[in-house]
């Protein structure tokens, strides 16, 4: 595979972040060969833990295609850690504001540009009481069918295992020796969708593509089957809240 310029701040970031993954972690990584070794192209990663970025980018890292993240705006505002992700190229977001289509616009240009961007499609930790991937949002689905570019699904797991989602106390389980476990499959075929215009069923359409490629290889990851219907958090506390409803009701 091609070894593309990855530049300083990149380097700087893995002689960081690098010793401390190798000799803390053990790991499991498959399916480097489909990271393309030329061309623009998205990844699409599940997430599970605070610290599977790092995992995740460790793993892209090695194959000399690194990735630029989508990553919350506030975080570029801290001064050590915003200016390792300029300095890396990282895409801020800015949600529910007027800037919101800028990461999806900095977002096409890249891929367009002949770089690698990678999307957490769930938007944040799975909310799936089991860590499944959740339903997705639309957004990875517009930039693949704007760019026709690429989507590689990849799954990870174990990061959740040292520091688990949502956990009250954000402390790392370091013992024993956890595996971060990273597997990447072929491109996503959205071409279905090409050249239809990107109503919201057709974008919800391509995303659960893509969401289905990511679980199966999760599965595989796990070595058990996965439920045969995404986590939708929102339907899920809609649900509660009827069923906390009718349980007032019934002990009327």
Request: hydrophobic residues 40%; proline residues 8%; glycine residues 6%.
């Amino acid at each position: 595979m091609s070894r593309h310029r990855i530049g300083f701040w990149y380097r700087f970031a893995a002689v960081l972040a690098k010793p401390p993954l190798v000799v803390l972690f053990k790991r499991d990584w498959r399916g480097m060969e489909h990271i393309p070794a030329d061309g623009g192209f998205l990844t699409a990663v599940n997430h599970n833990s605070y610290l599977d970025p790092l995992s995740y980018a460790h793993f892209q890292y090695n194959t000399g295609r690194v990735p630029r993240f989508l990553a919350k705006a506030a975080l570029f505002k801290t001064t050590f850690v915003g200016t390792i992700l300029h300095g890396t190229g990282q895409i801020p977001v800015y949600r529910e504001t007027t800037d919101a289509a800028t990461a999806f616009r900095a977002a096409v240009d890249a891929i367009n540009s002949g770089e690698c961007v990678a999307f957490y499609p769930e938007g944040t930790l799975t909310r799936d009481p089991d860590m499944w991937p959740m339903e997705g949002k639309t957004g990875v689905a517009r930039v693949a069918l704007l760019t026709k570019a690429p989507v590689i699904p990849v799954a990870q797991w174990g990061a959740n295992e040292a520091m688990p989602p949502y956990a009250r106390e954000r402390k790392l389980r370091l013992f024993p020796r956890k595996t971060l476990k990273v597997l990447a499959g072929p491109p996503v075929d959205l071409s279905e969708f090409y050249g239809k215009e990107p109503t919201a069923d057709v974008l919800r359409a391509a995303t659960d593509v893509i969401m289905a490629a990511i679980t199966e290889l999760l599965a595989e990851l796990r070595g058990e089957p996965a439920p045969p219907e995404p986590y939708n958090h929102k339907k899920a506390l809609a649900a509660a809240r009827r069923q906390a409803r009718q349980a007032e009701e019934d002990t009327k």
